[in-house]
């Protein structure tokens, strides 16, 4: 038996080798999870512009509770889930926030590059261009994320850039604000909010007139505009500030001993002048459940510290304020203040406090020092627990505005017969961290 | 990443097959070594990428012999012992700049060229933190047995030396006596690495009166806190305890543990009934040794994360517990 040449066989032999020989490839393309320049396209963009306000909502509420302690709008129980440092009034951060702010940053503006067509890539720009609510409402996430870093963060740094006083991210956060407003719809929340936000990007800068200018676009006392949070989502969804003194099981904050709640024996409201410790009972912008419960945990001043939770922020879903008409009104007060108009400041500020319930006014004949310390009482219970009251602190030392602040927020010992602050210090920003020192080549060292 | 090794050794049979030495020296080279650095925070990245970066070698010894001392009829030794060393040094970070793989603590460091000329390598990791010095002109690097006394200096970027032992060295025997009963033991050191105490740190920056800090407290206590060494100082004086991080909190870790030692006697003859019954007594993790600049708990602990960590440090795990056991195996 010889061997027979099957030619059919062969040529199939051969046609399949030849294909197996043309498939194979030295070059692979590895298409990982998702290609970049998809993130070009319009299908793209609503998912683009949620995520920066997820970016944002990601690292605002431990901001939040990390300036609070510092300026103590809480004070700490002796949990460890607050550092020691801040415990004591300083601020060591090995990069955490730092690094989550600056992703809300850059998420949102390269976001805005991407639905501009500016984008870094070989692709073609877009065929479409953005709706311009969507591009507003993108812009807004940018002016919000950078206000936040320049309201708290002691110097600048972008992009691996060189360090910058904190102010440049406030003008940044102009410029989003500016482009916020001009493609939102006239008389939108959004662009609304593009004004309360550039209002208050330019009452960080030292801008008045223009901070009062934009704070008059928003006429409504009660418009609001929140940053959402989401319970029953993944747990970066949940809004930190309540849930680290919820008692489930953290409780690793209080209000008891700062200046938002019952102070022993001085409920009682008085209006004389050098009594601003004192508060009125159920001020419905100050929700405390004030009870008979420790906290668990410890601190070196005072053994167990009392459990007064804040219910503000009640529930793992609870929004944050980033905006408010509220707020516009304080920013007029201040400006008149700043003329030295105490009864046009006091009488806004007591309209407030109508609008909400309270009874009780401000004398609008004190002296501009006790007129500046009731403004500063009232903007830190309007902006209460929401990142706002450091970068207050910082503007007021910065600038040596008259007018006390409460002895509870800051260093050093209380009249009797209120404790201390148990500040050893206060940072009244927050430093750059180290690792943004070692690895940023243009950071000097 | 590309790695090239040479590895050189021998094996030999001595004594007539009593000894036994088996010895390797091994050099590892890796070029454009993966790690997770760490990008700029402002760039918007948060996290680490995995890079080529730079050169990195190890090399070291690995040494094991057996030998049978003695092996008469009723009387017996066996003696073994083991020598592993390895030593790790980042030759060229390839221009990039140091980076930590471990928040603050973990260095992966260029070289540095001392006023001597001498170049002076740092190994992978390098445990690097403020620490306690000798003085401003002096930046000996102070531990636990520090007798310097005074206002404590704190030295910024101390390279204190690597996370992982740089030697091994392992030890067993076994003698076997008349009447068939035999005794064991088996031992093992590391040594040249030095470990990160968070457990101590966490507890003193809450103000918790610490063990080691006792001999300092009455000191500190009557206002004489500069008659205590500077190291105390910087441990026990809240005020003093690093906020930023461990700073202090980094000991040498060599240790010695005495790994098992075991004693069977056989008793068939006690155990009626019995075809053979043999008691075993033994002791794991029993005797223990660490150096003297380790001052509390134990070289072994561990995080959260075990041994999956860049960098090993100690916080919640508990070691391997000193064990004593007694048990009697009978056969009918």
Redesign the interface.
Known sequence: MGFVLNRRRLRSTGFLAMVSLLSLSCEITNPGRLQDVFLNREEAWEGLVNGMGRSLADVLDEDALRSAVLAREVHPT?S?QI???QQ?G?F?E???D???E??A???AE?GIRRLTGQAPHDDPPPEATPDPELLAQAYLWAGYANRLLGELWCEA?????EFLPSSAFLERAVDHFTSAIDNAASGSDVQLAGYAGRASAYVDLGEWESAVADAGQVADDHWAYELPYYFGYSTWEWNDLYWSSAGLPAKAHTVWNTPYAPQGDSEEWASDEGSYYAFEPNDPRLPIRVQNEGSGARM?CCGEIPWWPQTKHDDRGANIELSSGAEMRLIEAEYLLLNSDVMGALTIINNLRADVGLTTQWDTSVSLDSAWAILKRERGIELWLEARRLPDLRRWVANDTPGALDPLEMVGAAAPPHHPSHLEAQALCFPV????R????NSGG | ERTAEIELGFEAALLGNRAAVNFTYYYQKTSDALFRVNQVPSSGYPGSRLTNVGQIDNRGIELASNAVVLAGRNLGWDLGFTVYTNHSRVLSLGGAPEFFIWPGAGNIANPDTLPNGEVEYYSVPEITWDCVIASPTDSTIQYYTSTVTGQPTIGADCHHGPNLPTTTLGFNTTIRLPKGIELSARGEFHGGHFILDLASWNALRRGVQWPFCFEAYEAIDAGQAEQVSTWLQSACIRANVPQTGIGTFIYPADFFKVREMSLRIPVTPIIPGSETATLMLSARNAIRWVNADFPLLDPEMMGNSGMLTPVRYMTEHIPQAATFSASLRVLF
């Open positions: 002796g460890g550092p020691i440092d004591l300083t060591h090995y990069g955490a730092w690094r989550y600056h992703r940053r850059w998420v390269d740094a972008i992009d691996a850039g070196d961290p180290e690792d943004e070692v690895t940023n080549p």
